[in-house]
């Protein structure tokens, strides 16, 4: 049973940073293609950001090249986003998405993925 939890969203101002956490089980990040979403009211949910953890191939939605890096711990089965420079734009519901596939990690749909809970993060003066 393939398990994704994410952790460390809340309020920031802007150009500030936050680092968000997703503890997975049942699936391997060094092996499968993880990805971080987001999703703000009104608008369609998105790529931040995708790692193959056994090579480091990354993919970033354009909005967020240069401010965000995600990484994966392979030891212990953890991907993270670090969030540099945030703007009020970036507010939204983080999602944490294992794939067995790679359409995610190209931004496309998947029925051979799995979502976490989601964590909120909030910029605002």
């Known amino acids: 049973q393939v398990q994704l939890v994410e952790a460390g969203g809340g309020l920031v101002q802007p150009g500030g940073s936050l680092r968000l956490s997703c503890a997975a089980s049942?699936?391997?990040?060094?092996?499968?293609?993880m990805s971080w979403y987001r999703q703000a009211p009104g608008k369609e949910r998105e790529l931040v950001a995708s790692i193959l953890g056994d090579d480091g191939r990354t993919n970033y939605g354009d909005s967020v090249k240069g401010r965000f890096t995600i990484s994966t711990d392979n030891a212990e089965n953890m991907v993270y986003l670090q969030m540099n420079s945030l703007k009020l734009e970036d507010t939204a519901v983080y999602y944490c998405n294992a794939d067995y596939g790679s359409r995610r990690f190209h931004g496309l749909e998947s029925r051979t993925d799995y979502w976490g809970q989601g964590t909120q993060v909030t910029v605002s003066s």
């Open positions: 049942g699936v391997s990040v060094r092996t499968h293609y």
